[in-house]
């Protein structure tokens, strides 16, 4: 995380191929990958995009440095000589990024097999960046997911995130603060993601400050004179709804010098009886506006439970279970090559065939449509082929050969253009913009018919697709 260069962030694969395509004169060759996932997480029924901002950060400043290329040339082969030669490593040192890049906005509502990003360029850079694209979208695609589901459960509550100190290394917890708060979390306990993207961050004390004093009533008034805006005093270090009545006091006191109590925190014990009695109190008190504050290894199930006991919490604070995608620890996309040009400029159309269905590739230059009514509720997906014009569009689904028309008007592509020839085109929103498009995003969706809505591929894609799979088949 503090190297100045992260082109190296890859694996040696990708160095090994671009060197063999370097030594057949293909380099330069014309291709296209897709970046897509197979299968939603968490069995949600949809995924939400993320972490295209920083996958243009990273493409923005890929270059080998000399320090790259000197560590390139002392890799050795399995005869003890160096596996790249110097022209090579040389040129490597004169690459630019100059390929065109088209992308799904980042919180965009997307289905399986839809390519999330379109790579078209020189067939060595289109490979070389495989590696770092997948591990800078898949992580956040599903914290992203993983958030939207949490705060669906939540309703009108609102979420923290809290996982910094459980999440997968330094630069996890940064990308997970980004994701969940782009999923819809309302803020973030870690204070360099509140800096480097500009997340509202929360947080008062842990049990220790409790435990650092003679008794709980002198640590919240100790607490409360020394920061008395922002007072949300955790009371079950040792009794709960005494500390409870522990905080109600001090609240008297915060109210006398013009502040006043923002919450509790619950992080043990049974939440719902512990909430309800809690509310209890604090409404008693005349305390009404006093939030209620829940931690506890929470999730998505935990939360829909735990309101389905009636339980009076307004604030969740997650953290393990989200920042760690606690029951699914990967997305699955993958990056597969679609199209290349031959010696004579023609494109060839690739498919990756498989026994397992799932893994057989969608050839050709793609794109996704989504069509809405006039309304703007979505009511199908298709994957078309780039520039798709037709007046009608007929999506087919392959695994039941069904086929349902719509009129194209009536559909709009969902990639947008990020890189044109390796120069940046465009406007990236902010995380804030970012976070209000996926929350509508899943207001269009949640009230969505899934058993109407229509996923596929466009009637010529899927041609393409069958023509291929039985000439290579054949072949």
Known sequence: MQDNSLTLLTDLYQITMAYGYWKTGMAERPAVFHLFYRKNPFGNPYTIACGLNPAIEWLSGLKFTADDVQYLGSLKGADGRALFEEAFLNYLQRLRFSCDLDAIPEGTVVFPNEPLVRVQGPLLQAQLIETALLNLLNFSTLIATKSARVVQAAGEDSVLEFGLRRAQGMDGGLSASRAAYIGGCTATSNVL????????????????WVMCFDSEPDAFSQYAAAMPNNCIFLVDTYNTLEGVRHAI???????ANGHRLLGIRLDSGDLAALSIAARKLLDEAGLPEAAIVASDDLDEHRIAELKQQGAKINVWGVGTRLVTAYDQPALGGVYKLAA???EEGNWQHKIKLSEQPIKTSNPGIQDVVRVSDAAGRPLADAICSAGFDGESLEIMEEKSGESAHFDAKLGKSLLVPVFRKGDLVYDAPNIHEI?????????????ADWSTYRLGLERGVYALKQELISYMTIK
């Open 340 to 342: 290349i040009q031959d």
């Open 435 to 447: 976070r209000s498009h996926c929350l509508a995003q899943q207001a269009l969706f949640r009230e």
């Open 249 to 255: 006091t001090v609240a008297q006191q915060l109210k």
């Open 193 to 208: 993601a509140g800096k480097k993207f500009g997340i509202p961050v929360r947080g008062t004390h842990a049990h220790s």
